[in-house]
């Protein structure tokens, strides 16, 4: 894997330019170093333009349609660094923990993407990745 192990993991942050809330869309493709692992650590939303009427909702997982996590940004009527939900873990093992991070495969890229749109709004999305 690369000759790196987790404890001396790569760390990535990817920032995706402020995209709109207000429409299902993939605002962020995420390819890692060849054949390492991932695993993303932390994704949050600065929101530049006020969420209203309802909340977003953004996904995180692979392009070929698994959710790993999802990341609720909640009805907001200021600006910032501020965001709505945590990052949830979606799994079957059920007592995984999103303190045990969320895994990529390796050679395998991550989308986020807006799933459930709010009436209004738009955010720069980052996301934090350790790679080995």
Known sequence: MGGQFYDNAL????????????AVATVQTIGGPAARYGRILDVTIDITTAITVSNASVNIGEAA?????????WILAFTGSAIGDRLKPFRSDSTVSLE???DINPDVDTIVQVAVAATAGAGALRTLVAWW
């Open 100 to 102: 045990e991070g969320i």
């Open 11 to 22: 760390q990535t942050q990817h920032d995706a330019a402020a995209a709109s809330l207000a």
């Open 65 to 73: 349609g698994d959710l790993d996590a999802q990341l609720s940004a």
